[in-house]
Structure formats: C-alpha cells, structure tokens
C-alpha cells in the first residue's frame, strides 16, 4: 500500500545522536513548508508510552520473547493509529526506532532469529517500510562514553553489556548492506551539522516525489 507521504526513520545505537537528528530535520522540513509529524518507538502514543516504561524501565526481567511481542504489540497500534494516517495526510513523518531496531536488538542482541522478528514487525505494521532510513553508526565504546556523560538513569537495553551492544551494531550494520538503496549509513561520530547537511542531501530529492506534503500557506 503506497501513501502521498514521505516515512523516514532514524536508526543506530543507544547515544548514536538520533534524537538531535531527528530535531534538526524536522526544523529543516518546516522551514520547507512541510507538515511533519515526528514520533518514536516505543512511546509515540499513549499506549506505547506504557509500552516503554515496561520494556525500558520496569523492574525485574522480561523473557526476549515477550520483550519482542510488546515491541510487536506497540508498533501495530502506532502505525495503525499516528503514522499510517499522518503518510495518508500527504505529511513527513521522522520517526526514532521502528522494526530495524526490533531485528537488531531482539535478534541480533537478545539472540532471537532475526527472520522471525522481521516477519512479525511486518505483520504488526501491515508491511510498511520507511522511504529512507537513516543508520547513525557510532562504535559502541565512543556511545558510550556519550551516554555516561549526558545520563544518570539508564534503561534496561542501555545498561547490557558491550557485547550485547557489539552485536546490535553489527546486526544494524548487516541490514543496511542487504537494503541499500533503503538505508543512508552516516558516522555518528562527526559534527552534527556535518550529519544533518548531509541527511538533507539525501532527503531533499525525496520530496519531490511527494509533493502532497507541501504546506500551501
């Protein structure tokens, strides 16, 4: 099922830097006369907001298969209910995670197979995938040097070990070479107007192929 709308999702490692990428391009697209709806996974509705605070924040341990299903669970009511109508609307959507994360940390991470987290992120968003998607890759060692320096509480993924975030890079890394002309892979480690001129570059081209996201006013 195609839409007017243009669907571009950031990915890549816990302190990789999506958050001020998703910022800065949204800031662009406005300026572009452009209606943006930006959103994450988990947390981008009500009820994924009570999503994140099990699968990130609540206490005691949750089995890798549950873990996936509440991931499941949480995108096919976000897609359903804010990005499947916001791309029908003609608008942009950013979003921070979406199934590329699933497949790298329920997989890849917590040593699920991969094809079967694929396959039940697609099923859950009826089989929507991004229009780019846009991998920050940061070494896991440098991420967290960064997460040290901006955080005092960390979230269940945050708090694994190296190598739990080795594999995660790794996985992320993998999809991308297998989906190329979906993925944009950047390093994450050079200046952040460096990455958003760039991320810029790729997407402005996009936007003529969707034209009915322009603001007419």
Same mark, same amino acid.
């Given at each position: 099922m195609t839409s007017p709308g243009l669907f571009i999702t950031l990915e890549g490692g816990d302190g990789s830097g999506k958050s001020t990428q998703a910022a800065l391009l949204e800031a662009w697209l406005v300026g572009e006369h452009r209606t943006v709806v930006r959103t994450r996974e988990p947390g981008g509705t009500d009820f994924g907001t009570e999503v994140r605070e099990i699968v990130l924040h609540s206490r &005691?341990?949750? !089995?890798? +298969?549950?873990?996936a299903l509440l991931y499941a669970a949480d995108r096919a009511h976000h897609i359903s209910t804010k990005v499947r109508p916001a791309l029908?609307? &003609? *608008? %942009? %959507?950013?979003q921070d995670r979406y199934l590329d994360s699933s497949v790298a940390y329920q997989g890849a991470g917590r040593v699920l /197979? !991969?094809? =079967?987290? +694929?396959?039940? !992120?697609?099923?859950a968003a009826e089989g929507l995938l991004p229009d780019l998607t846009i991998l920050l890759d940061l070494d896991e060692t440098e991420a967290r040097r960064r997460l040290d320096g901006a955080r005092t509480r960390f979230d269940r993924l945050e708090n694994e070990? !190296? =190598?739990?975030?080795? +594999? %995660?890079?790794?996985?992320?890394? *993998?999809l991308a070479a297998k989906e190329p002309d979906r993925f944009l892979v950047l390093d994450a480690s050079l200046p952040a107007e460096t990455l958003a001129a760039r991320i810029r570059g790729v997407v402005e081209p996009l936007l003529s192929r969707h034209p009915a &996201?322009? /603001?007419a006013s």
């Amino acid at each position: 099922m195609t839409s007017p709308g243009l669907f571009i999702t950031l990915e890549g490692g816990d302190g990789s830097g999506k958050s001020t990428q998703a910022a800065l391009l949204e800031a662009w697209l406005v300026g572009e006369h452009r209606t943006v709806v930006r959103t994450r996974e988990p947390g981008g509705t009500d009820f994924g907001t009570e999503v994140r605070e099990i699968v990130l924040h609540s206490r &005691g341990d949750i !089995s890798p +298969r549950a873990e996936a299903l509440l991931y499941a669970a949480d995108r096919a009511h976000h897609i359903s209910t804010k990005v499947r109508p916001a791309l029908d609307r &003609g *608008d %942009v %959507v950013i979003q921070d995670r979406y199934l590329d994360s699933s497949v790298a940390y329920q997989g890849a991470g917590r040593v699920l /197979d !991969s094809a =079967e987290i +694929r396959r039940l !992120s697609l099923w859950a968003a009826e089989g929507l995938l991004p229009d780019l998607t846009i991998l920050l890759d940061l070494d896991e060692t440098e991420a967290r040097r960064r997460l040290d320096g901006a955080r005092t509480r960390f979230d269940r993924l945050e708090n694994e070990k !190296s =190598e739990f975030h080795a +594999r %995660v890079r790794a996985a992320f890394l *993998d999809l991308a070479a297998k989906e190329p002309d979906r993925f944009l892979v950047l390093d994450a480690s050079l200046p952040a107007e460096t990455l958003a001129a760039r991320i810029r570059g790729v997407v402005e081209p996009l936007l003529s192929r969707h034209p009915a &996201g322009t /603001d007419a006013s």
